[in-house]
Each structure stands twice: as structure tokens, then as C-alpha cells.
């Protein structure tokens, strides 16, 4: 199950993927995140989320209700961006996450600075096309609607 070459994605999109990104997220490597370390990755990602909503998504994410964030219920949680319900809201900070400028729309730039905070060795021209293959103006950003399509699309077929 290799993916293509020239396709990327610009948010996780399999076991293998989500797994790196838990890894980087569980820093003491005991196979689970907890609290601290995810206030303290979503700072170093440049996330102003305060501590009372690290709790709330803490409780969101933690399915059995132990206080830390397993792989499994990692995996299950970036599904859940594309599953009914909140559906909108978990997109909104989705795209959030990539925003950096808070200005509506992803440039290669931001999502350069994510992927490389993330450990993803991407060059600005390689997240210039990833941003390419979901703009569908043609402005050289992703905007909401586009990044809800694209997220909506990868859903379907593994695309992306």
C-alpha cells in the first residue's frame, strides 16, 4: 500500500502517518500522551490553546477515561475529522492548525512551518504543489471550503 509519489496530504491521512505524529507527541515514548505533553507539542507548534481547553480536548480525544491519549484513540480521533456530527467544528481546527497567520487561508509557507514542526521534510515547492492539487481558484491558497473538500474527498478515496 505505497502511496503515490505525487500526491500528498496536507493533514494525516494513514495509520502510518498518524503514528509518526503520535510518536513526536508522546515525547517520554510510553506509548501514550498525555496532558502536558500535548499543551506543550501544541505550543511548540505555535497554538495559544489555554490549558482549559488542552482539558477539554484531552477529554474529547481520551475514550476510555485514563487521563492520556493512546495510539488507538489518536488514530480514531483523526478520523473523527471526517466523520458526522462536529464534523465542521473539528475542520475549523483542523484548518486552524495550519493557519498560522489567522488570515482564512493556508500558504505553502504555513504549511511548510507545520510539516516541519511535525518532523516532515517537505520543501516550500513541494507544499506549493500540495497546496496546488486542492486550490481550486487558482489563488495559490487553501481556503476553508477548499481544505473541507479536500478533507471530505480523502474520505472517499484515499486521495490526497
Known amino acids: 500500500?505505497?502511496?503515490?509519489?505525487?500526491?500528498?496530504?496536507?493533514?494525516?491521512?494513514?495509520?502510518?502517518?498518524?503514528?509518526?505524529?503520535?510518536?513526536?507527541?508522546?515525547?517520554?515514548?510510553?506509548?501514550?500522551?498525555?496532558?502536558?505533553?500535548?499543551?506543550?507539542?501544541?505550543?511548540?507548534?505555535?497554538?495559544?490553546?489555554?490549558?482549559?481547553?488542552?482539558?477539554?480536548?484531552?477529554?474529547?480525544?481520551?475514550?476510555?477515561?485514563?487521563?492520556?491519549?493512546?495510539?488507538?484513540?489518536?488514530?480514531?480521533?483523526?478520523?473523527?475529522?471526517?466523520?458526522?456530527?462536529?464534523e465542521i467544528n473539528d475542520l475549523k481546527e483542523a484548518f486552524k492548525f495550519y493557519d498560522q497567520n489567522n488570515n482564512g487561508v493556508i500558504s505553502a509557507n504555513e504549511l511548510h512551518q507545520i510539516l516541519g514542526r511535525l518532523g516532515e521534510n517537505y520543501s516550500v515547492e513541494s507544499c506549493a504543489d500540495m497546496i496546488k492539487s486542492v486550490d481550486s481558484d487558482g489563488d495559490g491558497f487553501v481556503d476553508f471550503e477548499e481544505f473541507r473538500k479536500m478533507m471530505s474527498r480523502k474520505g472517499g478515496d484515499g486521495a490526497m
Request: charged content about 35%; aromatic content about 8%; proline content about 3%.
Open 1 to 86: 500500500m505505497a502511496p503515490e509519489n505525487n500526491k500528498h496530504s496536507i493533514f494525516p491521512t494513514d495509520k502510518e502517518e498518524v503514528t509518526k505524529i503520535f510518536n513526536r507527541f508522546d515525547t517520554n515514548s510510553d506509548g501514550q500522551i498525555s496532558e502536558d505533553e500535548l499543551f506543550a507539542i501544541l505550543k511548540s507548534l505555535g497554538s495559544d490553546t489555554s490549558p482549559d481547553e488542552v482539558k477539554r480536548v484531552m477529554a474529547e480525544i481520551d475514550a476510555d477515561g485514563d487521563g492520556f491519549i493512546s495510539l488507538d484513540e489518536f488514530i480514531l480521533f483523526c478520523k473523527g475529522i471526517e466523520s458526522e456530527g462536529d
